[in-house]
């Protein structure tokens, strides 16, 4: 038998738990505190081929990210409130930078048939896929981007894990040296740990001797239960143009997010900043809108690293440690593929330079 240990319990935990519950040789204890998770605070747009960031390793790991959750999806028989391929809908004011936009979806076509159908779409065809938009939109739908709800990713993936023998024991782990985790006064050894804690992971492996270069990013929502909104629980995510991003979910709920926070810290109070700033951005798509409608607010604490990229793998000088951190804010696409990659470790090497810089720029 081999003992391993997952330290965090968000989409990379979770889907690492899953994947090694399948294999009977491995023993697997899952520790997590639950605290700040990104993951059940996300807004969960899974829709990573329009962006515009420069970074190649990035978009193939995001492209590749989004093609294996739907993978994962199909393979755990997730139910369409967890995972649903409900098409996305990207907007820009100007017409020159929507035919740019068109441009650059056909290229990424090329390499991503997953993206299914592209269309451009008028502020008539927006208005009939999103019957909730008043404003004047025009943009590219792509039919394979999908929304996901995380914290039902997440609980679908333990239960599978738990049905196949992992233990979950949610409290805070601590990590000393010799492979041994510590909650309280129980201290275990365990063959491999794998550190997913999110920001969590820089006070983790500070008695280790790692200086990580990761940071916390506060990130906050909104939920609205819309009188007007009846039940489309097949319209698409809209990500409008300098707006926040805009999703009905069905049964007359509406999503808006996020915000971006890098000074912030661990902070988790939702604040009257945030409110009037997604608030009145969803205004401006959906001028009907009130804020009696609010329901539920979230917030969460996403991790970001100094060039904005995720790392994963072994630690330069642990390699019975396996780490993975910086998800930022497209942790959803990515996280499911980091997972599947990290345990990959366990059986091969490989440093996965397609996809990332060298693990030890994170470190000091
Ligand atoms: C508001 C918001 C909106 C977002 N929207 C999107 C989106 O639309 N699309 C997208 O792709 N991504 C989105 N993201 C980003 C995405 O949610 C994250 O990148 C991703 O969830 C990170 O997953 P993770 O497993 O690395 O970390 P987390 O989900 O943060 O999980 C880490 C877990 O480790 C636990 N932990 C930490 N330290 C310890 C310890 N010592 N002992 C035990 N447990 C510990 C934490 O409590 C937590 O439960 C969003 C994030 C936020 C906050």
Same mark, same amino acid.
């Given at each position: 038998m081999k003992e391993i240990a997952i330290i965090g319990g968000g989409i990379v935990g979770a889907t690492a738990a899953y994947l090694l519950s399948k294999d009977e040789k491995n023993s697997v204890t899952l520790y997590d505190s639950a605290d700040g998770q990104a993951t059940k605070a996300a807004a969960g747009i899974i829709s990573p081929w329009l962006s515009k960031r420069r970074n190649k390793q990035w978009y193939a790991l995001a492209k590749d990210g989004a093609t294996y959750i739907a993978k994962l999806a199909k393979e755990t028989h997730m139910d369409s409130k967890t995972y649903l391929q409900s098409g996305t809908i990207v907007t820009r004011k100007e017409t020159a930078a929507l035919n740019e936009l068109e441009d650059l979806a056909n290229k990424r076509k090329l390499t991503a048939p997953e993206m299914g159908t592209i269309q451009r779409v008028t502020a008539q065809e927006i208005q009939k896929r999103?019957?909730?938009?008043?404003?004047?939109?025009?943009?590219?739908?792509?039919?394979?981007?999908?929304?996901?709800? #995380?914290?039902?990713?997440?609980?679908?993936?333990?239960?599978?894990?738990?049905?196949?023998?992992?233990?979950?024991?949610?409290?805070?782990a601590e990590l000393l040296?010799?492979?041994?985790?510590?909650?309280?006064?129980?201290?275990?050894?365990?063959?491999?740990?794998?550190v997913c804690a999110g920001a969590g992971i820089k006070k983790l492996l500070a008695p280790l001797g790692y200086e990580v270069h990761v940071h916390p990013q506060k990130g906050q929502l909104i939920e609205l239960q819309v009188p007007h909104y009846q039940d489309d629980v097949l319209a698409p995510v809209l990500m409008p143009e300098s707006e926040k991003d805009f999703m009905p979910i069905g049964a007359g709920r509406l999503i808006i997010g996020a915000t971006h926070e890098n000074d912030?810290?661990?902070?988790?109070?939702?604040?009257?900043?945030?409110?009037?700033?997604?608030?009145?951005?969803?205004?401006?798509?959906?001028?009907?809108?009130?804020?009696?409608?609010?329901?539920?607010?979230?917030?969460?604490?996403?991790?970001?690293?100094?060039? !904005?990229?995720?790392?994963? #793998?072994?630690?330069?000088?642990?390699?019975?440690?396996?780490?993975?951190?910086?998800?930022?804010?497209?942790?959803?696409?990515?996280?499911?593929?980091?997972?599947?990659?990290?345990?990959?470790?366990?059986?091969?090497?490989?440093? !996965?330079?397609?996809?990332?810089?060298?693990?030890?720029?994170? !470190?000091?």
């Open positions: 999103l019957p909730l938009v008043t404003a004047d939109l025009q943009g590219i739908f792509i039919s394979g981007g999908a929304r996901i709800d #995380g914290n039902r990713f997440v609980k679908h993936l333990l239960r599978l894990s738990e049905q196949n023998g992992v233990q979950i024991i949610r409290q805070k040296n010799n492979q041994t985790i510590q909650v309280g006064k129980d201290t275990r050894q365990f063959d491999t740990i794998i912030a810290g661990f902070d988790l109070k939702f604040t009257q900043e945030a409110l009037e700033d997604l608030f009145e951005s969803a205004k401006r798509i959906d001028n009907r809108l009130s804020k009696d409608d609010l329901i539920a607010t979230r917030v969460g604490t996403r991790a970001f690293t100094d060039d !904005f990229s995720p790392f994963f #793998g072994q630690l330069p000088n642990d390699p019975r440690i396996l780490v993975a951190s910086g998800l930022g804010s497209s942790g959803l696409t990515t996280g499911p593929l980091i997972a599947n990659l990290m345990v990959s470790l366990l059986s091969t090497t490989n440093d !996965f330079s397609n996809y990332q810089k060298r693990i030890s720029t994170y !470190f000091s």
